[in-house]
Every structure is written in structure tokens, then in C-alpha cells.
């Protein structure tokens, strides 16, 4: 569903994020739980998640404000599969930020070292 999302989870879930606003929402299910995820803008902005796993909880507010295409979270085929790819999204944005910063200030010694 598109639209501006005023929805609330599903009965015995637990939400992390934010569910209003104008939002694309995907609802996810598998043998022992269900999920709905709420992306916006081609952003993670809230997960509704009956049935977290001991310790999933701790780290599921990580994962909100990944770019993840809304694409990739239908195609999973559990809840688990969709929020591993949110999170190897999420692992991916960062390594390339740290590459990015890392490279930068590499170059800049460089060429301090260069005028010196």
C-alpha cells in the first residue's frame, strides 16, 4: 500500500520507528511471525514485528533510516531474509561512508606530505 500512513501494527507487534507520514508499507510473514515494514522515500522509517527473536530487539533501531529499495524487502521470502537485506544494506552505506572518509583523508596527507 502507498499513501499517508496513519496505520497501526498488527495486533501483538512491536513497533520501532515511526508509522506516519506519507509511507509505502510491505507485510512480510513466515511460519512463526509477522512483520510489516514502512519505507519512505526510499527509506527504512519503522518495522511493526510480532515474534522478535531473543536480542533482535536491541537491534532493530539500527536498522531505521537505511536506503532500502521497497523492491528488495517484497522479494524476501521471510521476515528474517527481508531484515538481513535491510541489513546488509545498512553494513554496506556505512563501509562505503568510512571508505569514502578514509580515502579523503589519505589524500589530504598525501598532499600535505607532498607540498611540504
Not at 44 to 54: E, K
Not at 55 to 76: C, M, N, R, Y
Not at 100 to 114: D, G, N, P, T, V
Amino acid at each position: 500500500m502507498h499513501g499517508t500512513c496513519t496505520c497501526t501494527p498488527q495486533e501483538g507487534a512491536k513497533l520501532y520507528g515511526v508509522t506516519e507520514g506519507e509511507c509505502y508499507t510491505i507485510d512480510e510473514r513466515d511460519a512463526h511471525r509477522a512483520a510489516r515494514f514502512y519505507i519512505n522515500s526510499w527509506s527504512l522509517v519503522g518495522i511493526a514485528l510480532a515474534g522478535a527473536y531473543p536480542g533482535e530487539e536491541d537491534s532493530l533501531h539500527l536498522l531505521l533510516q537505511t536506503p532500502i529499495d521497497p523492491e528488495l524487502v517484497k522479494s524476501a521470502s521471510s521476515v528474517k531474509e527481508a531484515i538481513s537485506a535491510i541489513a546488509v544494506n545498512s553494513g554496506n552505506i556505512a563501509a562505503a561512508k568510512f571508505t569514502f572518509i578514509y580515502q579523503h583523508q589519505f589524500s589530504q596527507q598525501k598532499r600535505a606530505e607532498l607540498q611540504r
